[in-house]
Protein backbone atom coordinates (compact mmCIF):
# COMPACT_ATOMS: atom_id res chain seq x y z
CA UNK A 1 0.00 0.00 0.00
CA UNK A 2 1.52 3.73 -1.11
CA UNK A 3 0.25 6.78 0.80
CA UNK A 4 1.01 9.76 -1.29
CA UNK A 5 0.06 13.47 -1.40
CA UNK A 6 -1.97 13.61 -4.30
CA UNK A 7 0.43 16.25 -6.43
CA UNK A 8 -1.42 15.76 -9.43
CA UNK A 9 -4.55 17.60 -8.27
CA UNK A 10 -3.07 20.85 -8.19
CA UNK A 11 -1.15 20.52 -11.35
CA UNK A 12 -4.32 19.45 -13.41
CA UNK A 13 -7.20 20.42 -11.34
CA UNK A 14 -6.16 23.47 -9.38
CA UNK A 15 -4.04 25.03 -11.79
CA UNK A 16 -4.24 28.45 -11.73
CA UNK A 17 -6.45 28.43 -8.52
CA UNK A 18 -4.15 27.64 -5.87
CA UNK A 19 -0.33 25.68 -5.50
CA UNK A 20 0.75 22.80 -3.00
CA UNK A 21 2.12 25.55 -0.63
CA UNK A 22 -1.07 27.34 -0.02
CA UNK A 23 -2.53 24.49 1.80
CA UNK A 24 -1.64 23.62 5.11
CA UNK A 25 0.21 20.92 6.05
CA UNK A 26 -1.59 17.46 6.50
CA UNK A 27 -4.63 18.97 4.77
CA UNK A 28 -3.60 17.92 1.30
CA UNK A 29 -5.55 15.28 -0.78
CA UNK A 30 -4.61 11.75 -0.64
CA UNK A 31 -4.12 8.58 -2.75
CA UNK A 32 -3.93 5.23 -1.10
CA UNK A 33 -2.84 2.90 -3.98
CA UNK A 34 -1.64 -0.97 -4.47
CA UNK A 35 1.57 -1.68 -6.41
CA UNK A 36 0.41 -1.93 -10.40
CA UNK A 37 0.30 -5.18 -11.16
CA UNK A 38 -1.66 -4.59 -14.60
CA UNK A 39 -4.71 -5.89 -13.02
CA UNK A 40 -7.95 -3.80 -12.40
CA UNK A 41 -8.62 -2.95 -9.02
CA UNK A 42 -12.18 -1.22 -7.40
CA UNK A 43 -11.61 1.89 -5.82
CA UNK A 44 -13.67 4.54 -3.77
CA UNK A 45 -13.61 8.30 -3.99
CA UNK A 46 -13.64 9.65 -0.16
CA UNK A 47 -14.95 13.29 0.14
CA UNK A 48 -14.02 15.11 3.53
CA UNK A 49 -17.08 17.50 5.32
CA UNK A 50 -17.64 21.05 5.46
CA UNK A 51 -14.51 23.49 6.77
CA UNK A 52 -12.23 20.38 7.41
CA UNK A 53 -10.08 18.44 5.23
CA UNK A 54 -8.80 15.52 3.57
CA UNK A 55 -7.31 14.65 6.75
CA UNK A 56 -10.30 13.57 8.50
CA UNK A 57 -10.52 10.99 5.67
CA UNK A 58 -7.92 8.65 6.37
CA UNK A 59 -8.54 6.51 8.87
CA UNK A 60 -11.59 5.14 6.42
CA UNK A 61 -9.09 5.03 3.48
CA UNK A 62 -6.66 3.44 5.03
CA UNK A 63 -8.99 0.45 6.13
CA UNK A 64 -10.71 0.77 2.31
CA UNK A 65 -6.95 0.14 1.15
CA UNK A 66 -5.15 -2.33 3.35
CA UNK A 67 -8.23 -4.38 4.35
CA UNK A 68 -10.61 -4.31 1.65
CA UNK A 69 -8.26 -3.93 -1.72
CA UNK A 70 -9.48 -0.39 -2.97
CA UNK A 71 -7.74 1.96 -4.36
CA UNK A 72 -8.88 5.57 -2.68
CA UNK A 73 -9.16 9.08 -3.63
CA UNK A 74 -9.10 11.62 -1.34
CA UNK A 75 -10.06 14.82 -3.02
CA UNK A 76 -9.53 18.91 -1.56
CA UNK A 77 -12.86 20.97 -1.92
CA UNK A 78 -12.47 24.12 -3.11
CA UNK A 79 -11.72 26.51 0.15
CA UNK A 80 -10.72 24.11 2.49
CA UNK A 81 -7.49 23.47 3.75
CA UNK A 82 -6.01 26.32 3.42
CA UNK A 83 -3.21 28.31 4.90
CA UNK A 84 -5.34 31.87 4.78
CA UNK A 85 -8.91 31.08 3.72
CA UNK A 86 -10.19 34.52 3.70
CA UNK A 87 -13.26 33.69 5.60
CA UNK A 88 -13.70 31.14 2.56
CA UNK A 89 -14.75 33.27 -0.23
CA UNK A 90 -14.57 30.70 -3.02
CA UNK A 91 -16.50 28.16 -1.33
CA UNK A 92 -18.83 27.17 -4.30
CA UNK A 93 -20.97 23.90 -4.57
CA UNK A 94 -20.15 24.27 -8.49
CA UNK A 95 -16.67 24.22 -7.62
CA UNK A 96 -17.00 21.36 -4.93
CA UNK A 97 -19.18 19.37 -7.34
CA UNK A 98 -15.91 19.46 -10.01
CA UNK A 99 -13.55 18.66 -7.18
CA UNK A 100 -15.48 15.14 -7.04
CA UNK A 101 -15.94 14.53 -10.67
CA UNK A 102 -12.70 15.06 -11.10
CA UNK A 103 -11.33 12.67 -8.71
CA UNK A 104 -14.09 10.25 -10.02
CA UNK A 105 -12.60 10.07 -13.72
CA UNK A 106 -8.81 9.47 -12.13
CA UNK A 107 -10.80 6.35 -9.67
CA UNK A 108 -11.79 4.96 -12.85
CA UNK A 109 -8.40 4.57 -14.06
CA UNK A 110 -8.08 1.96 -11.29
CA UNK A 111 -10.19 -0.97 -13.90
CA UNK A 112 -12.32 -1.36 -11.45
CA UNK A 113 -15.58 -0.61 -9.80
CA UNK A 114 -15.78 3.15 -8.77
CA UNK A 115 -17.52 3.92 -5.68
CA UNK A 116 -18.48 6.35 -3.38
CA UNK A 117 -18.40 8.05 0.27
CA UNK A 118 -17.62 10.87 2.88
CA UNK A 119 -17.98 12.74 6.01
CA UNK A 120 -21.03 15.51 6.73
CA UNK A 121 -21.04 17.66 3.68
CA UNK A 122 -18.99 15.05 1.75
CA UNK A 123 -21.58 12.50 2.18
CA UNK A 124 -24.18 14.80 0.96
CA UNK A 125 -22.47 14.75 -2.29
CA UNK A 126 -22.02 11.37 -2.79
CA UNK A 127 -25.54 11.12 -2.55
CA UNK A 128 -25.65 13.53 -5.05
CA UNK A 129 -23.29 11.68 -7.36
CA UNK A 130 -24.64 8.29 -6.63
CA UNK A 131 -28.19 9.49 -7.82
CA UNK A 132 -26.48 11.73 -11.02
CA UNK A 133 -23.98 9.45 -12.26
CA UNK A 134 -24.86 5.80 -11.58
CA UNK A 135 -22.92 4.70 -14.95
CA UNK A 136 -19.52 6.31 -13.23
CA UNK A 137 -20.67 5.12 -9.28
CA UNK A 138 -21.27 1.74 -10.56
CA UNK A 139 -20.01 0.43 -6.87
CA UNK A 140 -21.66 1.00 -3.31
CA UNK A 141 -22.26 4.72 -1.50
CA UNK A 142 -20.71 5.11 2.32
CA UNK A 143 -21.86 7.40 4.56
CA UNK A 144 -20.48 8.58 7.61
CA UNK A 145 -22.86 11.33 9.76
CA UNK A 146 -23.64 12.53 6.21
CA UNK A 147 -25.64 16.11 6.46
CA UNK A 148 -28.91 15.22 4.63
CA UNK A 149 -30.62 17.76 6.47
CA UNK A 150 -29.27 20.06 9.45
CA UNK A 151 -30.20 18.16 13.14
CA UNK A 152 -31.92 19.60 16.07
CA UNK A 153 -35.92 21.50 15.68
CA UNK A 154 -34.38 24.42 14.40
CA UNK A 155 -32.52 22.43 11.98
CA UNK A 156 -35.06 23.87 8.79
CA UNK A 157 -35.32 27.59 9.93
CA UNK A 158 -31.37 27.76 9.96
CA UNK A 159 -31.30 26.43 6.31
CA UNK A 160 -33.85 28.83 5.11
CA UNK A 161 -32.12 31.66 7.10
CA UNK A 162 -28.82 30.80 4.96
CA UNK A 163 -30.36 31.09 1.93
CA UNK A 164 -31.67 34.85 2.68
CA UNK A 165 -29.70 37.72 2.09
CA UNK A 166 -29.49 38.40 6.01
CA UNK A 167 -26.79 35.59 5.56
CA UNK A 168 -24.83 37.54 3.45
CA UNK A 169 -25.00 40.59 6.10
CA UNK A 170 -23.72 38.50 8.99
CA UNK A 171 -21.23 36.89 6.97
CA UNK A 172 -19.79 40.64 6.40
CA UNK A 173 -20.03 41.45 10.08
CA UNK A 174 -18.29 38.45 11.09
CA UNK A 175 -14.65 38.96 10.15
CA UNK A 176 -12.93 36.63 12.40
CA UNK A 177 -10.18 34.41 11.21
CA UNK A 178 -11.14 30.69 10.38
CA UNK A 179 -7.30 29.87 11.42
CA UNK A 180 -6.64 29.05 14.99
CA UNK A 181 -2.99 29.42 14.87
CA UNK A 182 -2.05 29.04 18.23
CA UNK A 183 -0.63 25.77 19.79
CA UNK A 184 -3.97 24.57 20.87
CA UNK A 185 -5.65 25.31 17.24
CA UNK A 186 -6.83 22.92 15.27
CA UNK A 187 -4.31 22.13 12.10
CA UNK A 188 -7.11 19.81 10.06
CA UNK A 189 -10.16 22.11 10.28
CA UNK A 190 -11.16 25.74 10.43
CA UNK A 191 -11.90 27.10 13.79
CA UNK A 192 -15.75 28.21 13.21
CA UNK A 193 -18.32 27.53 10.61
CA UNK A 194 -18.32 30.54 7.93
CA UNK A 195 -21.77 31.02 6.79
CA UNK A 196 -20.47 31.29 2.97
CA UNK A 197 -19.53 27.39 3.10
CA UNK A 198 -23.11 26.93 5.03
CA UNK A 199 -24.82 28.58 2.54
CA UNK A 200 -23.70 26.36 -0.17
CA UNK A 201 -24.32 23.21 1.98
CA UNK A 202 -27.91 24.60 2.45
CA UNK A 203 -28.61 25.09 -1.39
CA UNK A 204 -26.82 21.20 -1.48
CA UNK A 205 -29.56 20.31 0.87
CA UNK A 206 -32.44 21.80 -0.90
CA UNK A 207 -31.16 20.36 -4.25
CA UNK A 208 -30.49 17.06 -2.68
CA UNK A 209 -34.16 17.11 -1.12
CA UNK A 210 -35.96 17.31 -4.36
CA UNK A 211 -33.40 15.02 -5.93
CA UNK A 212 -34.49 12.41 -3.02
CA UNK A 213 -38.25 12.79 -3.21
CA UNK A 214 -38.04 11.72 -7.00
CA UNK A 215 -35.08 9.10 -7.26
CA UNK A 216 -34.07 5.80 -5.42
CA UNK A 217 -30.39 5.50 -4.36
CA UNK A 218 -29.74 2.19 -6.53
CA UNK A 219 -26.34 1.36 -5.30
CA UNK A 220 -25.80 -0.19 -2.25
CA UNK A 221 -25.90 1.78 0.65
CA UNK A 222 -23.90 1.74 4.13
CA UNK A 223 -24.48 4.83 6.23
CA UNK A 224 -22.90 5.69 9.93
CA UNK A 225 -24.55 7.77 11.96
CA UNK A 226 -24.81 8.85 15.60
CA UNK A 227 -27.32 9.62 17.62
CA UNK A 228 -25.68 11.68 19.71
CA UNK A 229 -25.04 14.18 16.43
CA UNK A 230 -25.93 18.06 17.04
CA UNK A 231 -25.02 18.62 13.46
CA UNK A 232 -26.64 16.04 11.08
CA UNK A 233 -30.27 14.82 11.56
CA UNK A 234 -29.78 11.01 12.03
CA UNK A 235 -33.93 10.97 10.62
CA UNK A 236 -33.01 12.24 7.16
CA UNK A 237 -30.56 8.90 6.96
CA UNK A 238 -33.31 6.45 8.09
CA UNK A 239 -35.34 8.02 5.80
CA UNK A 240 -32.98 7.30 2.48
CA UNK A 241 -32.15 3.61 4.39
CA UNK A 242 -35.43 2.94 4.23
CA UNK A 243 -36.41 3.67 1.00
CA UNK A 244 -33.13 2.17 -0.75
CA UNK A 245 -33.18 -1.49 -1.55
CA UNK A 246 -30.26 -2.56 -0.57
CA UNK A 247 -29.54 -0.34 2.56
CA UNK A 248 -27.57 -0.52 5.87
CA UNK A 249 -27.38 2.15 9.15
CA UNK A 250 -24.87 1.39 11.48
CA UNK A 251 -25.93 3.40 14.34
CA UNK A 252 -24.11 4.38 17.44
CA UNK A 253 -26.14 5.04 20.65
CA UNK A 254 -26.70 8.61 22.28
CA UNK A 255 -25.67 7.46 25.50
CA UNK A 256 -21.92 7.19 23.64
CA UNK A 257 -21.87 10.72 22.90
CA UNK A 258 -19.89 10.15 20.05
CA UNK A 259 -20.14 13.80 18.49
CA UNK A 260 -20.47 14.75 14.28
CA UNK A 261 -16.91 14.48 13.08
CA UNK A 262 -15.33 11.43 15.59
CA UNK A 263 -17.60 8.92 13.19
CA UNK A 264 -15.10 8.30 10.95
CA UNK A 265 -11.96 9.02 13.17
CA UNK A 266 -10.18 6.07 14.82
CA UNK A 267 -7.67 8.07 16.10
CA UNK A 268 -8.38 11.30 17.92
CA UNK A 269 -7.59 14.50 16.48
CA UNK A 270 -4.94 16.15 18.47
CA UNK A 271 -3.66 20.30 18.47
CA UNK A 272 -0.34 21.47 17.90
CA UNK A 273 0.77 21.06 21.63
CA UNK A 274 -1.18 17.28 21.64
CA UNK A 275 -4.17 18.63 23.66
CA UNK A 276 -6.99 16.43 22.66
CA UNK A 277 -9.54 18.41 20.30
CA UNK A 278 -11.72 15.77 18.77
CA UNK A 279 -12.38 12.42 20.27
CA UNK A 280 -11.61 9.31 18.40
CA UNK A 281 -14.77 6.84 17.58
CA UNK A 282 -14.85 3.83 19.99
CA UNK A 283 -16.35 1.64 17.62
CA UNK A 284 -14.68 2.57 14.38
CA UNK A 285 -13.18 -1.04 14.24
CA UNK A 286 -16.77 -2.87 14.56
CA UNK A 287 -18.18 0.08 11.92
CA UNK A 288 -15.59 -0.88 9.56
CA UNK A 289 -15.91 -4.70 10.09
CA UNK A 290 -19.70 -4.13 9.78
CA UNK A 291 -18.93 -2.16 6.34
CA UNK A 292 -16.58 -5.09 5.18
CA UNK A 293 -19.02 -7.60 5.89
CA UNK A 294 -21.96 -5.34 3.89
CA UNK A 295 -19.33 -4.54 0.75
CA UNK A 296 -18.72 -7.95 0.45
CA UNK A 297 -22.16 -9.07 0.58
CA UNK A 298 -23.17 -7.24 -2.05
CA UNK A 299 -20.42 -7.56 -4.65
CA UNK A 300 -18.28 -4.47 -4.10
CA UNK A 301 -15.17 -6.13 -3.06
CA UNK A 302 -13.59 -8.49 -5.59
CA UNK A 303 -13.07 -6.42 -9.05
CA UNK A 304 -12.77 -9.91 -11.02
Same mark, same amino acid.
Given at each position: ???????????RHFKGY??????????????? /??????????????????????????? !??????????????????????? /????????????????????????????????????????????????????? %????????????????????????? +?????????????????? !???????????????????????????KELDLL???????????? %???????????????????????????????? +??????????????????????????? +? +????????????? /???? !????
Open positions: MILMDWDEYYDIDRDDVRDRCHPQIF /KHEDDGQPRNAIVLVHGLTDSPYFMRD !IGEYFCSKMGFDVYIPLLRAHGL /KNPQDMKDASLIEWRKDVRFAIDRARESGGQVSIGGLSTGGTLSVEMALNNEA %AIDGGVFLFSAALGLASHAGNLAEI +FLRTPLANIFDQIDRSSL !INSSPSGNPFRYSKMDIGGARELSKLITDRDVLNQPLFA %AHSEADTTADIDEIEELVNRSPSAEIFRIGKN +FAVPHASVALKNPVLSINNSPLEPSNP +F +FDQMMKSLHVFAD /KHGL !IDCN
